[in-house]
């Protein structure tokens, strides 16, 4: 018999002090399932937390969040899922006759098609009429912000909220994630007061029922992000999701494009995602990366707060005193285009530029490398329009020294002698200016054998 997820009937608990807020409510429900780390079967509480202030807006007669939520690690551990309270009809009729044999016929490599079995409801859910967007505080949500924020003339698709969910994590440990989720929780509230809307913070334990290392989880941001609207369908009616990449570069095959994620087939994924209440959109899609970084480098609030950095996401240590590490394969992209922009100096309070600009062919030809053909393309286009030069240094550095070292160490990256030897020489450091939270496991990997 197939396994399968079952998720009993929704329910909202107060918490007084939780690790998060002062007076919490969560969303809830018992979800019963082969955990996918130590293959035991377990009935345990999957929960959305927010603070009580927003109690109202949790969806009780909805199984949407969970589903949704759970969707990813069903279909990456061969499982179905099954569910007591209804589910949006809308939402099961999308997900059953396209969102799921589409995407799983597509990258049969590493998902399988399920079936969700439950009632269904075709009622719509009487809301406040709340538009929000998930706000990371990096580029793509930031050009959301902007666009559909202080810029939007349309009021009924103005954004009154932004919500920061700590299911963008890519690290496990708990500690370190709530500890992150409560420090960038503060920036976002105050992004929130500089574009007049509200920011809701949604704490959940969501990837503690994914595989970790991360692979499902960490592919498909629509669905386990949007699973944080569907626990508040009380309150919006519109969700904006900030697409990771141009229109241009769809493809529904994750395999075919290298270092991207199901984020490339995302206007697929949103045009499958509404309820009878609630309608997302994706956003983001008629413009590249750099048109996006152009757009929102005019804007005071991204200025001040703009955070692209993922070290922390990923369980490193920050030593940097700028919000921006500036080193990271997220940071340093930006920073390429910001320079190429010529709008680098525009934003010397969340990246320390002097430190770029000292290393600058250095740090262009580690950017060339570590980032997608697409990016680098832009960079230099705009740079020459810009008539922003690109130092003969940074043709250099990547042509003489990153390409073919990140080449090698791809090749050899399971070799264990070779990571023992870069690891004791803390090459990891000297190189990437970081140490990955790759060197814990490594080290865990070792003390086991
Ligand atoms: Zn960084």
């Not at 420090?183 to 574009?195: G, P, Q, S, V, Y």
Request: charged share 25%; net charge positive; proline share 3%.
């Amino acid at each position: 018999m197939r396994s399968k997820i079952v998720i009993e009937k929704p329910y909202v608990e107060y918490v007084h002090k939780s690790k998060i807020y002062a007076d919490a409510a969560r969303l809830c429900a018992n979800i019963t399932m082969l955990n996918p780390n130590n293959k035991k079967t377990e009935r345990k509480v999957l929960y959305f937390e927010i603070d009580s202030a927003f109690a109202d807006g949790l969806t009780v007669n909805r199984s949407d969040a969970f589903v949704m939520g759970l969707l990813t690690t069903a279909m990456e551990n061969d499982m179905d899922i099954q569910f007591e309270t209804p589910m949006s009809e809308k939402l099961y009729f999308q997900m059953v006759n396209q969102f799921i044999p589409i995407v799983t016929e597509n990258n049969p490599s590493w998902i399988s098609p399920i079936k969700l079995n439950g009632p269904l409801i075709s009622e719509r859910i009487e809301n406040t009429g709340g538009v929000a967007t998930g706000c990371s505080g990096g580029v793509d949500s930031f050009y959301t912000i902007v666009k559909h924020g202080i810029r939007e003339k349309i009021k009924n698709y103005k954004l009154t909220h932004l919500l920061f969910a700590s299911v963008g994590t890519l690290d496990d440990d708990n500690g370190r994630i709530t500890s992150y989720f409560k420090n960038t929780l503060k920036r976002m509230e105050h992004i929130a007061e500089e574009t007049d809307t509200k920011a809701v913070g949604v704490y959940s334990n969501l990837h503690e029922f994914y595989k970790f290392p991360y692979k499902g989880f960490s592919m498909f941001y629509a669905t386990t992000y949007g699973a944080c609207a569907y626990a508040l369908q009380k309150i919006l009616r519109v969700y904006y999701i900030s697409a990771g990449y141009p229109i241009s570069e769809f493809t529904l095959n994750v395999n075919k494009v290298k270092e991207y994620d199901a984020s490339v087939f995302d206007v697929f994924t949103v045009g499958c995602m509404d309820t009878e209440s609630l309608s997302f959109y994706v956003t983001g899609i008629e413009a590249t990366r750099i048109d996006r970084i152009n757009y929102i480098a005019k804007d005071k609030t991204a200025q001040k707060y703009l955070t692209t950095c993922s070290i922390e996401l990923e369980g490193s240590e920050k030593r940097q005193n700028y919000i921006n590490c500036g080193h990271c394969h997220k940071c340093l992209p930006a920073l390429v285009h910001l320079y190429a922009g010529n709008n680098l100096d525009k934003f010397k309070n969340v990246f320390d530029i002097e430190e770029f600009k000292r290393k600058k062919g250095k740090n262009i030809g580690k950017m060339m490398a570590i980032t997608n053909t697409s990016y680098r393309r832009q960079a230099i286009t705009i740079a020459k329009e810009k008539k922003v030069k690109i130092p003969v240094t940074a043709y250099l550095w990547y042509w003489g020294f990153y390409k073919p070292f990140f080449g090698l160490m791809h090749l050899l990256k399971n070799n264990r002698l070779v990571r023992d030897v870069y690891y004791r020489l803390n090459l990891d450091i000297k190189i990437h200016g970081y140490r990955n939270a790759k060197y814990d496991a490594f080290n865990k990997k070792l003390k086991s054998k």
